[in-house]
T-cell receptor, first 115, second 116 residues
């Protein structure tokens, strides 16, 4: 079975400060990992993914994430937060080795960036 | 491409009525997913199709829920009869499979269902 944990319901950060949104995963094989963002009354939008290769993945809007296999983590980061980054963020995983195409999503973390 | 298109955007219905949600995936995508989002349970996978064939429907709550994909450009999710606990936002997503694909999804804007 595949699962994702996002331990923080909400993260608060001041504009201009670095931000981190945490994600850990569990799969029996190798993972494909994703981050999505959801703005109010909108569908989820793809931010970035880890498939293979470099552990540091860069995505949209200045976000990046680091894949750490030993810690089974895929934390989302941004060097300098913007008020417009305030949204709901979801981490998702797919177990490559099972052949199952469906993603399992975490419970989401609400990011609040204060001006 | 217009993206994944869902209709209606909002649906309010009375308990016991039949509800049909519709989804048009991105042209060329061969996998389609139905998710339900609630405050209590987050994002739950209901069912997914690959090449129009249902692959995993283990997330469908009960027999009141059914989903079809008669062709590559259209899918429906039906609830009959509807109950207040079905109130949620229902998302459709599509993706392109295959070895070269990134397996990421494109989501529709969702249908907000309220059953009173």
């Amino acid at each position: 079975a595949q699962s994702v944990a996002q331990p923080e319901d909400q993260v608060n950060v001041a504009e201009g400060n670095p931000l981190t949104v945490k994600c850990t995963y569990s799969v029996s094989g190798n993972p494909y990992l994703f981050w999505y963002v959801q703005y109010p009354n909108r569908g989820l939008q793809f931010l970035l993914k880890y498939i293979t290769g470099d552990n540091l993945v860069k995505g949209s809007y200045g976000f990046e994430a680091e894949f750490n296999k030993s810690q089974t983590s895929f934390h989302l980061k941004k060097p300098s937060a913007l008020v417009s980054d305030s949204a709901l963020y979801f981490c998702a995983v797919r177990d490559v080795d099972t052949g199952r195409r469906a993603l399992t999503f975490g419970s989401g973390t609400r990011l609040q960036v204060q001006p | 491409d217009a993206g994944v298109i869902q209709s209606p955007r909002h649906e309010v219905t009375e308990m016991g009525q039949e509800v049909t949600l519709r989804c048009k995936p991105i042209s060329g995508h061969n996998s389609l997913f139905w998710y339900r989002q609630t405050m209590m349970r987050g994002l739950e996978l209901l069912i997914y199709f690959n090449n129009n064939v249902p692959i995993d429907d283990s997330g469908m709550p009960e027999d009141r829920f059914s989903a079809k994909m008669p062709n590559a450009s259209f899918s429906t999710l039906k609830i009959q009869p509807s109950e207040p606990r079905d109130s949620a936002v229902y998302f459709c997503a599509s993706s392109l499979g295959g070895l070269e694909a990134n397996y990421g999804y494109t989501f529709g804007s969702g249908t907000r269902l309220t059953v009173v």
